[in-house]
Nanobody, 118 residues
């Protein structure tokens, strides 16, 4: 079965960096479109970065030039390098994948990893 497990969150000072990791299992990462979302309590979930299986990338305006998604298909891993962090980046960050069975967009989600910038 599909499983996504995020790690790498933590407490960091403004201007600092973190790298989030997402370990995927139960499917081939190389075949799936992936993305990073974040959630702040009381606000809608926001797509931070999309990283399709063909390598195309999308970044939200709020993270352009600061956040970069990367894949290691050989390890079935997705990463989010976050630089120049700001207090407004504080959120619970999720890794999500399209369904490998029917292509439903972002059908599978991890449990999330907390990023606190303070």
């Amino acid at each position: 079965h599909v499983q996504l497990v995020e790690s790498g969150g933590g407490l960091v000072q403004p201007g600092g960096s973190l790298r989030l990791s997402c370990a995927a299992s139960g499917f081939r990462l190389a075949d799936s479109d992936m993305g990073w979302y974040r959630q702040v309590p009381g606000k809608e979930c926001e797509l931070v970065s999309a990283h399709d299986s063909d390598g195309s990338l999308y970044n939200a305006d709020s993270t352009k030039g600061r956040f970069t998604s990367a894949r290691d298909n050989t390890k079935n891993m997705l990463y989010l390098q976050m630089n120049s962090l700001r207090s407004e980046d504080t959120a619970l960050y999720y890794c999500a994948s399209h369904s490998p069975y029917d292509g439903r967009p972002y059908a599978y989600w991890g449990q999330g990893t907390q990023v606190t910038v303070s």
